[in-house]
């Protein structure tokens, strides 16, 4: 979890899940870093296991891709795991409140796409069993169109880049009711 604390490394991982295998020079110039970081990065990011050559190139012309398209941490049980899931958890939901903020700052957005775009909360109140169902729904949602992020022909026209975030987690500090 820890080689994933660098926001080099998570913007890596990010632009190689949209956009699929990437030489380390056009990975640089997707997330505005250099080829010489990005081609440090991607090595780091393959002795950890979460990238591998594509094969298909040398040198500086090869490219890379993802291991795993998904990942989960936990650090449940033991206390330096949770401390590292933790920082983790908040760079990645940094990075995400980042990205809503820059969109929710453009002013000649489609209206099409700001009618359909945003953020909602709700708060409930779910057993485990009931949480883990919903959980599972919501992620099974994220899940329908995938196919177009691995394989870009199956992109309709007009589809665009979107991200979608999902919290599930009790609320701490909230009396506890019994039913």
């Known amino acids: 979890m820890r080689a994933l604390t660098h926001p080099v490394r998570l913007a890596l991982l990010e632009v190689l899940h949209m956009e699929g295998p990437m030489t380390a020079t056009q990975a640089g110039e997707a997330i505005g870093e250099s080829a010489t970081t990005c081609s440090?990065?991607?090595?780091q990011l393959e002795k950890y296991g979460f990238v591998e050559e594509a094969g298909g190139g040398a040198g500086r012309r090869?490219?890379?891709?993802l291991v795993s398209r998904s990942m989960n941490f936990s650090g449940a049980g033991d206390?330096?795991?949770?401390?590292?899931?933790?920082?983790?958890?908040?760079?990645?939901f940094r990075r995400w409140l980042e990205?809503?903020?820059a969109w929710s700052r453009v002013q000649d957005l489609d209206p099409a796409w700001a009618?359909?775009?945003?953020?909602?909360?709700?708060?409930?109140?779910?057993?485990l069993e009931e949480a883990a169902e919903l959980r599972g729904e919501v992620l099974a949602l994220?899940?329908?169109?995938?196919e177009r992020v691995e394989d870009p022909s199956r992109r309709p026209a007009g589809a665009?880049?979107?991200?979608m975030a999902f919290f599930l987690n009790p609320i701490t500090g909230m009396p506890a009711e019994e039913r």
């Open 40 to 43: 440090f990065h991607l090595r």
């Open 62 to 65: 090869r490219p890379w891709r």
């Open 79 to 92: 206390a330096e795991r949770s401390i590292a899931a933790g920082e983790l958890a908040q760079l990645i």
């Open 99 to 101: 990205r809503y903020e």
């Open 115 to 127: 009618e359909v775009s945003g953020m909602a909360q709700s708060g409930n109140y779910l057993t």
């Open 142 to 146: 994220f899940r329908r169109h995938a």
């Open 160 to 163: 665009r880049a979107v991200e």
